[in-house]
């Protein structure tokens, strides 16, 4: 079973930071190219970033270049996104998964990350 466990979101102020965490199982993590994900209300589901198996590329959506970075710990399955100097737009439900197109079925729960003053 592919299993994605995203933690770390929350409630915090425009300017702040937060550090998303995603744990996976049932997927050959090392040989995967992994991105994150967010949905808004109202919005479709749209990439944020993504990186390749062994970490030296990476690919960030334009309104998040230079505040946010993907990283991966190969060794525990585990991929991470920093944000830093959150706005209000970045407001949405966080996701990990395979970059590409994933299965509806393979979706996580997600994160909520909030940003509001």
């Known amino acids: 079973q592919v299993q994605l466990e995203e933690s770390g979101g929350g409630l915090v102020q425009p300017g702040g930071s937060l550090r998303l965490s995603c744990v996976t199982s049932?997927?050959?993590?090392?040989?995967?190219?992994m991105a994150w994900y967010r949905q808004a209300p109202g919005k479709q589901r749209e990439l944020v970033a993504a990186?390749?198996?062994?970490?030296?590329?990476?690919n960030y959506a334009d309104s998040v270049k230079g505040r946010f970075t993907i990283s991966r710990d190969n060794a525990k399955n585990t991929m991470y996104l920093q944000m830093n100097s959150l706005k209000a737009e970045d407001t949405a439900v966080y996701h990990c998964?395979?970059?590409?197109?994933?299965?509806?079925?393979?979706w996580g729960q997600g994160t909520q990350v909030t940003v509001s003053a």
């Open positions: 049932g997927i050959s993590f090392r040989l995967a190219a």
């Open positions: 998964n395979l970059q590409g197109a994933p299965p509806d079925g393979s």
């Open positions: 990186m390749s198996p062994g970490g030296s590329r990476t």
